[in-house]
């Protein structure tokens, strides 16, 4: 079985632009979640989404929005890059969105905003 | 997450025992996880420990919780040059909204 995808693999926009990151869940898994790696740090929540709906929001500002889609994949946007923005973006899947379950994550999204 | 903290650096030889520590803050999560990174990798589910649990053995791996001081531990048995990577130890909260501490960086020394 496929483990969580993600697309693009790495990509370099500038200050301004808007960013499209998209996400496949492992088969069956209807929740998932996006993190925010930033160079030298742990993986920092964004998103979390079960049945299409939004369960959960980190600490993050209205420039960052997600969905999700019947099929259970999902895209995380960005706009208005700013250079802070640069980091690797984490897709991650699970069975539930409960608390005890465990969290599958894809190889991610490298973000370069120059 | 600045509630979920550990030591940044580790170095050890190879065949040695690697411990690395991890303290956090929220004492309602059910379980606790660690999570290898590797270099320009995403982060893999190496093992995990309910909270009822004080110790979880795995092949050689060693997870040990102190709930009363929060304080969460990994040893690692006869390290190998392949175990060089960050380790994460992790608390989910609401939801399954994981909180990540920094990171410990395993340098195995051959």
Same mark, same amino acid.
């Given at each position: 079985?496929?483990?969580?995808?993600?697309?693009?693999?790495?990509?370099?926009?500038?200050?301004?632009?808007?960013?499209?990151?998209?996400?496949?869940?492992?088969?069956?898994?209807?929740? !998932?979640?996006?993190?925010?790696?930033?160079?030298?740090?742990?993986?920092?929540?964004?998103?979390?989404?079960?049945?299409?709906?939004?369960?959960?929001?980190?600490? +993050?500002?209205?420039?960052?929005?997600?969905?999700?889609?019947?099929?259970?994949?999902?895209?995380?946007? !960005?706009?208005?890059?700013?250079?802070?923005?640069?980091?690797?973006?984490?897709?991650?899947?699970?069975?539930?969105?409960?608390?005890?379950?465990?969290? +599958? +994550?894809?190889?991610?999204?490298?973000?370069?905003?120059? | 997450?600045?509630?979920?903290?550990?030591?940044?650096?580790?170095?050890?030889?190879?065949?040695?025992?690697?411990?690395? @520590?991890?303290?956090?803050? %929220?004492?309602?999560?059910?379980?606790?996880?660690?999570? &290898?990174?590797?270099?320009?990798? #995403?982060?893999?589910?190496?093992?995990?420990?309910?909270? @009822?649990?004080?110790?979880?053995?795995?092949?050689?791996?060693?997870?040990?919780? @102190? &709930? &009363?001081? &929060?304080?969460?531990?990994?040893?690692?048995? %006869?390290?190998?040059? #392949? %175990?060089?990577?960050?380790?994460?130890?992790?608390?989910?909260?609401?939801? @399954?909204?994981?909180?990540?501490?920094? #990171?410990?960086?395993?340098?195995?020394?051959?």
């Amino acid at each position: 079985d496929a483990g969580v995808t993600q697309s693009p693999t790495h990509l370099i926009k500038t200050r301004g632009q808007q960013v499209t990151l998209r996400c496949s869940p492992i088969s069956g898994h209807k929740s !998932v979640s996006w993190y925010q790696q930033v160079l030298g740090q742990g993986p920092q929540f964004i998103f979390q989404y079960y049945e299409k709906e939004e369960r959960g929001r980190g600490n +993050f500002p209205d420039r960052f929005s997600a969905r999700q889609f019947p099929n259970y994949s999902s895209e995380l946007n !960005v706009n208005a890059l700013l250079l802070g923005d640069s980091a690797l973006y984490l897709c991650a899947s699970s069975l539930d969105a409960g608390g005890a379950g465990e969290l +599958f +994550f894809g190889e991610g999204s490298r973000l370069t905003v120059l | 997450g600045e509630d979920v903290e550990q030591s940044l650096f580790l170095s050890v030889r190879e065949g040695d025992s690697s411990v690395i @520590n991890c303290t956090y803050t %929220d004492s309602s999560s059910t379980y606790l996880y660690w999570y &290898k990174q590797e270099p320009g990798a #995403g982060l893999q589910l190496l093992t995990y420990i309910f909270s @009822n649990m004080d110790m979880k053995q795995d092949q050689r791996l060693t997870v040990l919780l @102190n &709930k &009363k001081d &929060k304080h969460l531990s990994l040893r690692i048995a %006869d390290t190998q040059t #392949g %175990d060089s990577a960050i380790y994460f130890c992790a608390d989910p909260r609401t939801g @399954n909204q994981f909180y990540f501490g920094t #990171g410990t960086s395993l340098t195995v020394i051959p």
